[in-house]
């Protein structure tokens, strides 16, 4: 009898086609150890995808400070600025660019449109007209002064031709304007002035600590940022945060740094950056 009820525990041990408990807790450990193990590496896993994620955010946003913001600022020139402070400045940006073919009285003038921006997104509440007599490099700016349209086409363009220049272009860019007595210096100017069309185009780091943005007139250009800052040299190498209205057309570089970040980890890494804008005809004194 007891022989028989030894073999009866054995087989309670030992369940047909089960496992005994010694094996049950094995089986569980290695499972446990396998399941930490894919744990482990699935976050490892998340924790790289987020950290390239927070790089590539950090590359774009200054790469839209170098390649976007660098590209338009540095084709204006210091007297084309508005304002200039730590946060923000403003400049004249050009939407056309022409040169007078010929005046055909007192405040009208046949013009060659050579160069426009479509799609500037400038604000309309702002628009000037700026001219240079010839074989002179200074400009007259008459801020909130538009020119009138009196036509385009075969007309403006015959005169044109007349003058020398290209008769190729469309027939929008042969055009005949009024308007030029509200302007300083008033009244049609001559044949090879050159003419400028220009809106308002703002830059500005707005926010608070942390998140700031940098901003294209209402335009958000990136984010984010934790700080940005602007700064301005002038041609007598000077470098100051906001120059006086009377020295903004000494400007002859802005420099813009700060840090940005990604925003996929818990912990992001701040990215420094620092960027000299050498704007168009900016000469610095030796």
């Not at 604000?123 to 002064?145: E, K």
């Not at 020398?164 to 002035?193: E, Q, V």
Request: proline share 7%.
């Amino acid at each position: 009898m007891r022989a028989r009820a030894s073999e009866g525990e054995c087989d309670r041990d030992h369940p047909p086609g089960g496992f005994s408990l010694h094996e049950f807790l094995i089986a569980l450990t290695v499972a446990t150890v396998v399941g930490s193990a894919l744990v482990s590496l699935i976050r490892s896993q998340s924790e790289y995808y987020a950290r390239q994620e927070d790089a590539v955010v950090s590359t774009q946003n200054i790469r839209a400070v170098y390649e976007l913001m660098g590209a338009e600022v540095r084709s204006a020139s210091g007297a084309d600025f508005l304002f200039a402070g730590p946060d923000s400045f403003a400049v004249r940006s050009d939407v056309l660019r022409a040169v007078v073919c010929d005046s055909v009285g007192p405040d009208e003038a046949v013009v060659f449109v050579y160069d426009s921006v479509a799609a500037a997104n400038l604000p309309p509440t702002f628009r000037g007209t700026a001219a240079s007599p010839p074989a002179d490099s200074i400009w007259a700016y008459s801020d909130s002064i538009t020119l009138v349209v009196r036509g385009t086409g075969s007309a403006p363009r015959a005169t044109c031709a007349a003058a020398g220049a290209p008769t190729a272009a469309a027939d929008t860019r042969y055009r005949h304007l009024a308007g030029f007595l509200a302007m300083s210096p008033p009244g049609a100017p001559p044949r090879g002035t050159l003419l400028r069309v220009y809106g308002r185009l703002t830059f500005s780091f707005v926010g608070g600590f942390r998140n700031r943005s940098l901003r294209r007139n209402s335009q958000e250009l990136a984010t984010p940022f934790g700080s940005g800052t602007f700064s301005y040299r002038l041609s007598d190498g000077s470098l100051v945060t906001a120059p006086a209205s009377t020295r903004l057309s000494g400007v002859v570089e802005v420099s813009v740094g700060g840090t940005t970040f990604g925003t996929a980890t818990a912990s992001p890494h701040p990215r420094s950056f620092t960027h000299r804008i050498t704007l168009r005809n900016g000469v610095q004194a030796p």
